[in-house]
Structure formats: C-alpha cells, structure tokens
C-alpha cells in the first residue's frame, strides 16, 4: 500500500490556456473563505438613514458648535428611543414616523440610560451621567388618559452615572442604578402627578443590568448578580460566593407563569458560561457555551456600507448583558466588542456580530434587535425588512432551523424622507427640588396609596372588517395587567 501510494501517477496535460497567476488565486481563496461564513437568519436590511437623518449632527451652543454623540437606545413596537451626549432625548413614533425631541433643562449632562414603558400610559424614562433620572408621560390619545406632556424628575439619591433602568409592569414602580453601586426606588402616580423616589440598595461596586417582575428585583454588578424581593426586602445572592474578577457580567428572568415561585434566571459567567437558577438564587444548571464556538459562527448580514470600519476583538470571547429574544430557549447577549444570539434549547449559536464598531447599547422587542454603536450609527436586525410582518406559523418554520437560511426580500435601498423634529411643550411635576447642601427628603409628603397587584385597562382601538371595504371600527380593549 504505501509503494502504490507512493508510485508517481500520469503526467498532468499541458494546459493550453494561460496559468492563473498569485493574486488571482489569493482572490479566489478569500472568496472561498468568505463563501464558507454561513449566514445568520437575522440581518439588516436597509440602513436606518430615516432615524439617523433626523437627529443633528452637531447643535450651535452660543458661539460654540458642539458635536451630537448618540450614547443610548431603547425600542418598543411604537417608539425609538436614543440619548444624545447633549442632554437631548430623541423619541421617533414608528406608527406615525415623525420624530420628537424632549429637552432635560438645567445641565446639559449626557443621556446614559433610556427605558420605554407601554401600559396604561406611554412612559420613557432616561438618566444622566451626573445621577439624574427623569421620566416622561407622553401624550395619550386614549380617552381619559393623559393629554399633557409631563416630566417627573429624580436628583440628588443617586451620586454616579445612571447605567440602568427597569419599569414594573404597570408603570408604578421604576428602578435606577448606578456606576457607584446605589440601585433608587421611585414610585409613581401619574394620576396625582406624585413620584417618591428612595434608595433601596447599595453595592460596592457598579450596577451595570437590571430586571424587574412577580415582586423580584434581579440587579447585576461588576462582581455578583442578586435578587431583592420588595414585599419582604430579602436579598438572595446567585450562588454562594462573588465573581473572582470583576466584569459587566449581566442576568436576565426566563418568560414565566404569573406566579412568582416559577421564576428562574439566566446569568453570565466569565468563560462563556451560562447560570440557570431558580427564584431563590440556587443554581440549577451550569450550560458550557465555549463548544458551540468550534464550528463555523454564523454572522449578522450587515447592508453593505461605503467606508466600513473594523475592530478590536479581544482573544477571549465573553458574555455580556442578556435577555431572552424571540423564541424559547433564545437568549441574546453583548457586551462592547460583540453581540451573539444563542439557542439553548438546541444548543446552537444563532447568530453573531463580532469586529464591527464600538458597541454602545442594544435594545430588542419582538424579532427586531437594534444596536448603537461608535458615535452615531444605529443597526436593526431582524428577520424581515421594517414593516413587514411573517405570521406566527410561518416564521416557526423559517427558524425551525436556527442555521436555515430564510427566504427573504432583497434591499431596494430606499429611504424614507425624516419628518420635522418637534419640541413639545412639558408640565414639571413633583415637589421641591433638593436645596442646596441639603439631603433627605427631595419631595413634598403625600397620602401613601397602596399598590394595586391587578387591573384593567380599557383602550381603544381600531379593528379590521373583512369584506367590507377595508374600512377600520373602533373597539374597545380590555387588556389585564399584572405588576410582576
């Protein structure tokens, strides 16, 4: 065996055509290797110019011309929310494609954190590098609801740079934390146009996640992850002892029943390690993530760009910040240098954006994931172009296969023109403001109500008639809510 594998074989023809030179082989070996990435079911479509357009690039201040940096994101189904490094709030209405914008007043301190809230009022909360936080009641056309644009401020609790902000489900109840450790409590009555806000935590060091559901507040520092319950204010620490190395190391709650002894929690762990832990912070399953890396890792298509620009990518991949995303067993993770989408059910990566920019925020609802990264530029990733929506049935079947290349429309490339930007007029609520040198109470006593656990909201909405001119009714919603 080995002589004949070693006897000489014919002599290969002479070709009679001209020889590929180096450079076309060198070309047609990147290719090759380009052609070898597979695909992510989750792409861009089109560049958000529409978005992008509508904010300045820069603002005259006096005699003074100053750069606008984007420097946070958040997105629901009706609204884009992203903070300016001028203190300026842009919120885009996807429905109506108009933008607004909502000035803090006082200290042009950059936005560091947006939060939407949709419930029996639109709600958008925002804080500031220098603590503060503010929360915006955006005009309702529900009748009965809000008409006014309020704003309810919260200063002086918090003495770092606000990283994160979570809502109850409701709206009562919002949570912000800190780079210093503090995590606030601020309640809310939109009604009487009271909040009361006070602080519920402190950690030594930052807060960099939080998630709020079933009365379990589930915060993530630099060096541990922890759950706080408000009925009882009992703190139960995920696992037995700190992380050995600090790092913004996030945790996320897993869709559950509305019964708070059903929670369980997915945290990251340094060496790409997942926690699995029941509500009581015992860890159940430790999933080893670094495997799924041995293969081929499916990547983002991005819409191609005139100048792009690469990026440091450290040695050592690591998880970041998580939440759950689209489908059970889906959760996405980033941290600066990248964003990955894993399926642990199957145990499969289902896509990754890695070397493509500073990344700055990540935000998702539904199959949309939109990134900010660097200064100024705005991703969206999804299964299908903006506006178009796949049933429920037919995109099980797309991704019944994470690694299954979806059928799917080609770019046209066209953008939408921006509408104008509009200033709305803003009613300040809350009592006094904290007096110079002065701590304590930041705001005027009021009747402490009780919490209400369920209710119901009434909205109003538009129903489509089949086979009868394709005209809209209005129809009354009732939608239940639960402050979980």
Known sequence: MTAAAESPGPEPEASSGPSRSEPDRAGLVCIMAAEAIPSSVLREFCPLYYLLNAIPAKVQRGFRSVLVYLTALDCSADFLAVGSSIGMLYLYCRRQEHMNKYNLEGKCDAITAVKLLSCFDDLVAVGTASGRVAVFQLVSPLPGRNKQLRRFDVVGLHKGTVTCLTWSANG????????????????????????????????????????????????????????????????????????????????????????????????????????????????????????????????????????????????????????????????????????YVFDCINEVIVGALESSGDIVSVSSCDNEIFVLKGDRDILRLSTCPEGMTSSVSELSARLFSPLTTPTILQPTGSVETAQPIRTMAIIVEGGPTEEPGGGG????????????????????????????QNQAYPALQIILLSDC
């Open 441 to 468: 109470q930041l705001w005027e006593e009021a009747e402490e109500q009780e919490e209400v656990q369920v209710g119901l909201c009434f909205r109003w909405g538009r129903v489509q008639i089949p086979n009868h």
């Open 172 to 339: 009562m109840k919002l949570f912000s934390g800190d780079d210093k450790g503090r995590v606030v409590f601020s309640a809310l009555d939109l009604d009487q146009g009271v909040c009361k806000p006070e602080l519920l935590l402190e950690e030594p060091s930052g807060v960099v996640q939080m998630e709020y559901r079933h009365q379990m507040l589930l915060v993530s520092t630099q060096h541990r992850s922890l759950l706080y319950c408000t009925q009882t204010q009992e703190v139960l620490q995920l696992g037995t002892k700190p992380r050995k190395s600090s790092g913004r190391f996030g945790a996320c709650f897993l869709p559950a029943l509305c019964k708070q002894s059903d929670l369980q929690v997915y945290a990251a762990r340094p060496g790409l390690r997942l926690w699995r832990s029941d509500v009581r912070g015992k860890v159940e399953d430790t999933r080893l993530l670094k495997p799924l890396f041995n293969t081929q890792v499916p990547q983002f298509e991005l819409f191609p760009r005139p100048d792009p620009v690469g990026a440091y990518r450290p040695a050592d991949r690591q998880l970041g910040l998580l939440s759950c995303f689209l489908r059970e067993g889906w959760i996405l993770s980033w941290n600066e240098y990248s964003i």
